[in-house]
């Protein structure tokens, strides 16, 4: 069983920088592929970005070049460092978990991953 707990949202305003955590539990983050995910006020949850174990990403368009996810194998949490921000990337941002990196299409599915977490806020300001 993995467990996963977001932090570090806010408020901030548009052109600055979050980072956001995502501690695990149960299993070393090595061993599995991690995700991040965001869902605005009354829209579908939407992919961010994703890293598999031996290090690759995946970013929506929306955020690449902006948004930046790794991992601390050694603190066990994953990390989505947020830069540029705009309005529109407010939301609650929620991170994910899954035993094997789907292929993109799959990847891209909130219902193709097994874990998350409660969700932060993130509110961008203009």
């Known amino acids: 069983q993995v467990q996963l707990v977001e932090s570090g949202g806010g408020l901030v305003q548009a052109g600055g920088s979050l980072r956001l955590s995502c501690a695990a539990s149960g299993r070393p983050i090595g061993t599995y592929a991690q995700g991040w995910f965001r869902q605005a006020p009354g829209q579908e949850r939407e992919f961010v970005a994703a890293i598999a174990w031996a290090g690759v990403t995946d970013y929506a368009d929306s955020v690449k070049g902006r948004f930046t996810i790794s991992r601390d194998n050694a603190k066990n949490t994953m990390y989505l460092q947020m830069n540029s921000l705009k309005p529109e990337d407010t939301a609650v941002y929620y991170c994910?978990?899954?035993?094997?990196?789907?292929?993109?299409?799959?990847?891209?599915?909130?219902?193709?991953?097994?874990?998350w977490g409660q969700g932060t806020q993130v509110t961008v300001s203009s």
């Open positions: 994910a978990a899954d035993l094997s990196w789907k292929i993109p299409a799959e990847r891209k599915l909130p219902t193709r991953w097994r874990f």
